[in-house]
């Protein structure tokens, strides 16, 4: 199924997976390549390290918590004209120099 958008994740810096929205929701896959790595932890507690994606009808709560709430969503929404309901495309503007170790890419890097 092609995706609508797609997301790099990081943890420190290092790809960890990819973020997908398409016709059903969302998916969540990690990279094999950092699966097999030592230093590999889990994104968060509630998507533990494991091959088979994660899938869900709507944005997965840890990414969703990620964008900014209040006053800071509606710059955010402003200065990109981004609907405040457009969960996927604020986390895409908003998250790529989040606070704490996991940032969201547009592109790989």
């Avoid at 997976?17 to 969302?26: C, R, S, V």
């Avoid at 998916?27 to 230093?39: A, K």
């Avoid at 996927?88 to 989040?98: A, E, I, Q």
């Amino acid at each position: 199924m092609a995706a609508f958008r797609e997301a790099y994740i990081y943890v420190r810096d290092a790809f960890a997976g990819i973020l997908k929205e398409n016709d059903d929701g969302y998916l969540f896959q990690y990279d094999p390549s950092y699966l097999s790595s030592e230093n590999a932890v889990a994104v968060s507690l509630t998507l533990p390290l494991t091959d088979p994606p994660y899938t869900s009808k709507t944005l997965f709560p840890f990414f969703d918590g990620l964008i900014p709430e209040g006053w800071l969503l509606d710059v955010v929404s402003h200065n990109w004209k981004i609907d405040p309901s457009d969960r996927f495309g604020l986390l895409l503007v908003s998250c790529k120099d989040s606070i704490g170790c996991v940032t969201v890419q547009e592109d790989k890097l």
